[in-house]
């Protein structure tokens, strides 16, 4: 039976929220940037973006957090069409769907997960035949957190965060996020972040203890190592934070730390059952606008579906 030649009417993409297990700054480099040396987890989080035909490049965005974004050149899966296409010398357009259900400016890389999503969405579809590494160097040229956003799991990011390698990491993890309206702007949390270490200058790295505890797949002994640096920055910025951490203090949560520069919460809960009681307790004090329960790892932008159509 000969084949029949298809295009594709649309291709859904799903990519995951991050939250930085352990995140040690260190110096500015004169781009404006911090060295990292950083521990992504991707968690259970997820935004959806469906790519279909169109003559120009265009987002609408749905979902819970839609009210924050704008349907226009800034958003960044615009921004990522974009580059694909410039970068693949590709001439028609996209119209991508955004379910956005990670919040927006929450330390949670959502827009960088919709980055992701649209690389690799326009990919299919456009049919570019870039290689996944060239999709990846697009990535980190989109935002430093972009390409984790397409590999996900558990990886070590340094240089900006964005020289991933995989981490070796057993079992699984439950997590409880407790999320506030009211974002935070990265960059103002990296400059309060200056203001608190001014002449900072030592090199960021990894512990082997944090090596250690993921590959035991304990969440007692990743409870222990877990860090931000970022923390009292985005605590200064936020102060919502500071009561979301007293509350999770006295629940069962084995720690807390802020998730990249917040001002997101993530809890680690023993198990699912306590995970479920510590966001009952939360959303019952009423410190956080969204209480989510995650787990993690999870996997990197991936095709849910793609849905083809025979050609004339
Ligand atoms: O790459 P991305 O757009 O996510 O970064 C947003 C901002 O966060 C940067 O412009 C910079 O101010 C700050 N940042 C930083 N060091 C990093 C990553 C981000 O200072 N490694």
């Given at each position: 039976m000969r084949a029949v030649p298809t295009v594709q009417q649309a291709v859904h993409v799903r990519a995951p929220a991050k939250i930085n297990l352990v995140l040690r700054v260190g110096a500015r480099e004169p781009s404006g940037y911090h060295q990292l040396a950083t521990v992504f987890q991707a968690v259970s989080l997820f935004e959806d973006v469906v790519a279909s035909p169109a003559e120009e490049i265009s987002t609408s965005t749905t979902g819970?957090?839609?009210?924050?974004?704008?349907?226009?050149?800034?958003?960044l899966a615009y921004r990522a069409a974009s580059l694909l296409a410039e970068a693949s010398g590709t001439r028609t357009g996209v119209h991508l769907e955004i379910t956005k259900r990670v919040p927006v400016?929450?330390?949670?890389?959502g827009g960088s997960a919709d980055a992701a999503a649209t690389l690799l969405a326009c990919d299919l579809l456009w049919?570019?035949?870039?290689?996944r590494e060239e999709l990846g160097h697009l990535a980190a040229e989109l935002g430093a957190d972009v390409p984790f956003a397409l590999t996900g799991g558990t990886a070590v990011g340094l240089g900006r965060g964005d020289v991933l390698t995989p981490a070796l990491a057993r079992g699984a993890y439950h997590w409880v996020l407790a999320i506030s309206e009211q974002g935070l702007s990265t960059p103002e949390v990296f400059e309060e972040w200056d203001r608190l270490h001014p002449e900072y200058a030592e090199h960021p790295s990894i512990d082997d203890a944090v090596m250690a505890a993921l590959i035991s797949g304990d969440a007692h002994r990743l409870a222990e190592v877990l860090v931000n640096d970022l923390d009292a920055a985005a605590g200064n910025l936020a102060p919502g934070v500071e009561r979301i951490q007293q509350v999770l203090a006295d629940s069962p949560a084995l720690a807390t730390l802020v998730s990249g520069s917040g001002p997101t919460v993530a809890a680690l809960a023993p198990d699912h059952p306590t995970a479920v009681e510590i966001a009952e307790t939360v959303r019952a004090m009423d410190v956080a606008d969204e209480v989510e329960v995650v787990t993690g790892p999870a996997p990197g932008a991936r095709l849910l579906e793609s849905v083809r159509e025979d050609e004339g």
């Amino acid at each position: 039976m000969r084949a029949v030649p298809t295009v594709q009417q649309a291709v859904h993409v799903r990519a995951p929220a991050k939250i930085n297990l352990v995140l040690r700054v260190g110096a500015r480099e004169p781009s404006g940037y911090h060295q990292l040396a950083t521990v992504f987890q991707a968690v259970s989080l997820f935004e959806d973006v469906v790519a279909s035909p169109a003559e120009e490049i265009s987002t609408s965005t749905t979902g819970r957090w839609a009210e924050h974004v704008r349907d226009d050149e800034s958003n960044l899966a615009y921004r990522a069409a974009s580059l694909l296409a410039e970068a693949s010398g590709t001439r028609t357009g996209v119209h991508l769907e955004i379910t956005k259900r990670v919040p927006v400016a929450g330390g949670m890389a959502g827009g960088s997960a919709d980055a992701a999503a649209t690389l690799l969405a326009c990919d299919l579809l456009w049919q570019t035949g870039l290689a996944r590494e060239e999709l990846g160097h697009l990535a980190a040229e989109l935002g430093a957190d972009v390409p984790f956003a397409l590999t996900g799991g558990t990886a070590v990011g340094l240089g900006r965060g964005d020289v991933l390698t995989p981490a070796l990491a057993r079992g699984a993890y439950h997590w409880v996020l407790a999320i506030s309206e009211q974002g935070l702007s990265t960059p103002e949390v990296f400059e309060e972040w200056d203001r608190l270490h001014p002449e900072y200058a030592e090199h960021p790295s990894i512990d082997d203890a944090v090596m250690a505890a993921l590959i035991s797949g304990d969440a007692h002994r990743l409870a222990e190592v877990l860090v931000n640096d970022l923390d009292a920055a985005a605590g200064n910025l936020a102060p919502g934070v500071e009561r979301i951490q007293q509350v999770l203090a006295d629940s069962p949560a084995l720690a807390t730390l802020v998730s990249g520069s917040g001002p997101t919460v993530a809890a680690l809960a023993p198990d699912h059952p306590t995970a479920v009681e510590i966001a009952e307790t939360v959303r019952a004090m009423d410190v956080a606008d969204e209480v989510e329960v995650v787990t993690g790892p999870a996997p990197g932008a991936r095709l849910l579906e793609s849905v083809r159509e025979d050609e004339g």
